[in-house]
């Protein structure tokens, strides 16, 4: 199986070899939606194009053209967390290294290699690549429990050095560089020091650490380089040169210090606000957001500096104050905590899924299929908090994002933009949280069959639903308990019975205001483990398909109530356990897709269900598939194009995928034209309206293949009924709906 197509196997028909396949899904064309904007690392190949390690892959831009390339985990990397970027000027190499251990290279003629090596040595728990040095056609890399070398030439690891001196076995090396016929390295403990003509490295006998205040104010050494004129040392707050004769203290900051570098043979350090040189000058880089580095460089014989931003890529100055930022265009953050698709296309994402864990929020980002914009706090007044946690596309074409405290806001794309508007405790009956009622959280909308918007008031103090009806408002309190209101997770069905559950353990809540005002004939109950087979009260999930089944996630599998319409006060409703997952199942989200196949994100991977459940038809991991991790937070499809995307907390995994709506009427295609049976083994028929009988048929009438297909279009492996393949010739398509009451006919060659 080809590591870029994962083929979903056939459903329910399996029909006679020759005949179309039966609603095949096929996972093709993998790419990686990742952020681009947090800079770990610079540096200039031998053209003057640079090149950026950041946490969502590298960057390559050249500054004079403004192009820039863009290398994720698709036929590039091994992994996206990129610590550390070196140009191999000499070999017109480029060497990224991960947090993770993964080395990659990048060859002039534009292949990458994989070196898997340091990321499998798991007896070092810690592995993350730091920093390179090259000696000759030794590569020597920092890493976060020492050197390791690497031979260009040979393509060989040549030797590990875990060991530093008189410092504790397995230390993390911060930089390195070479001085005076000796590698220098900084660590957390001290600067270590060895001559290069001892026999090995590997000796602590050949390293001597300096650890004294009489060398430096810290022991804790930030960074080490060096320039023509000397060895410079850059602590938390100083800067010391040596330059022959021993370490002096050149410059003291009144700020941490993030970066060490050299403008010809003046030293300079970096600190979040300002350049400052060991010749008195200040420079204040015209920046919007906290410096994260500096490194200078010479591209095309002048000196340049290369600006990390925290949150917003880099930039290149020449005189250190005027900045011009690479055109990096990505999502704002690699946290896709939510996704949605509103009926444009465009894709939401949310950034930060719980403000306790530390991400930090970066906003709501969203995509037209050919620009990344983002909405935060610093070009938008109407959003009041950068975490933004939900986002809910809902069906009069606008999309819901909640935020961790200050309300949610509506989104509404147009051709030229999007309007926001904010909705809170002041102009709506959104509720604050038990003991501060300005704090209010919204964890999800839907619109029901009358039109209403549902907004699902998380924690609200005395209610846990808020709706819009037009211009009105009014709340709902939780009918089972009104003190119970920690609930994340809500569908609504076909009969506007609106399904409530949460993470805290309180079951499954229905509830039918039967679109009235009076409350008497409202339908109100619980389930729960104890009075269903739901498997378990912690919800995590909740989808309705398109028979109008509510698809239940729990941490112990997935569960489905097909009658919906049969709970009541008194009734509580058949709960099915889903075994065709197992119930150490994980779930994590639920989408069901225009062909009604249901979509299961979990911590284990994705997997696909039938239309009724009853078959998982595929299972993706990120051993079989360029999925970024087997934690599948969050999960949506475009049933316009297809594309499937998978949200984890490092970026987002899409497929393109032949899950997509029917059109209403034929707009019949056959791709690849001409098809050859034995060389592209696969064709697609598309355009196909709803319910479609498709016919292949020779031009003499002969019929070769048949199938009735419900989605937009069908796979032919081009053999006939018995099984032989096709002979060359011209072929023809005939699809007939009778639901669009409406036909097509194309055609097609066949070639050897």
Known sequence: MSMLTVLIAALVLLTPTGQLTAQEIRLSDWTTLSSLYTVNSIDVDASGRCWAATTGGVVSYDAASGSIKEFRNVNALQTLDCSAIFCDLSRSEVYVGQQDGALDIYRAEGTWTNIRDIRRATKYPRRAIIDFVKRGDSLLIATE????????????????????????????????????????????????VAPLNVPTLRLPAAWRVLRSAEFFDATEILSCRTNATGLAVATRRGLFVNTG??????????????????????????????????????????????????TSRSVNGSPLRFIAVDGQGFGSSQDGEKVTMAPIRTPSSNQFADLSVDSRGNLWVATDDNPGRGFGGQGVSWFDGNEWRTINTSNQPELLSNNCYRVSSVSDGTTWVGTWGRGAIQC????????????DFQNSSLSGVAGDSTYVLVSGAEIDRFGRTWLLNEQGANQLLAVRDGSDWSSRANCTNPRENIVRHMAIDLGGTVWLGGHQ???????????????????????????????????????????????????????????????SNTTIPFV???????????????????????????TSGVFVLDP???????SVTSSTSPLLSDNVRCITVDETSGRAYFGTSSGCSVARTSSMRPLPDFALQCYPQPFSVSGDRQMVIDGLAPDSDVKIMSVSGAMVAALQLRGRQAIWDGTDVGGNPAPPGIYIVSASSASAGTAAVTKFAVTR
Not at 265 to 285: C, F, L, M, N
Not at 412 to 423: H, M
Not at 581 to 590: G, K
Request: proline share 2%; with cysteine.
């Open 612 to 618: 009724t459940g009853t078959q998982v038809v595929a």
């Open 245 to 294: 004769a021993g370490f002096t203290k050149v410059l003291t900051s009144a700020q941490d210090i993030t970066s060490l570098g050299s403008v010809g043979d003046v030293w300079e350090i970096a600190t979040a606000s300002e350049i400052k040189t060991a010749t008195g000058q200040t420079k204040r880089p015209q920046v919007s957001s906290p410096i994260r580095f500096v």
């Open 145 to 192: 429990f020492g050197i390791v070398i690497w031979d260009t030439r040979r393509e060989v690891f040549i030797t590990t050095i875990d060991r530093i001196g008189t410092l504790e076995e397995n230390t993390a090396v911060r930089a390195m560089t070479l001085f005076a016929d000796s590698i220098w390295v900084a660590t957390d403990s001290g600067l270590a």
């Open 412 to 423: 509404t794309p147009s051709d030229t933009g999007v309007a926001v508007r904010r909705y």
């Open 576 to 602: 099915r356990r889903v075994s065709s997952l197992s119930s150490a199942t994980v779930v994590t989200d639920i989408h069901v897709d225009a062909l009604n196949y249901k979509w299961i994100a979990s």
């Open 505 to 567: 353990g309180l079951g499954l809540i229905a509830y039918n205001d039967r679109n009235t005002s009076a409350s008497a004939d409202d339908i109100c109950n619980k389930l729960t483990s104890g009075n269903s087979q739901l498997p378990d009260n912690s919800i995590s999930a909740l989808a309705v398909d398109l028979n109008g089944a509510l698809w239940i996630g729990t941490s112990k599998g997935l569960a489905v109530i097909t009658a919906t319409g049969s709970v």
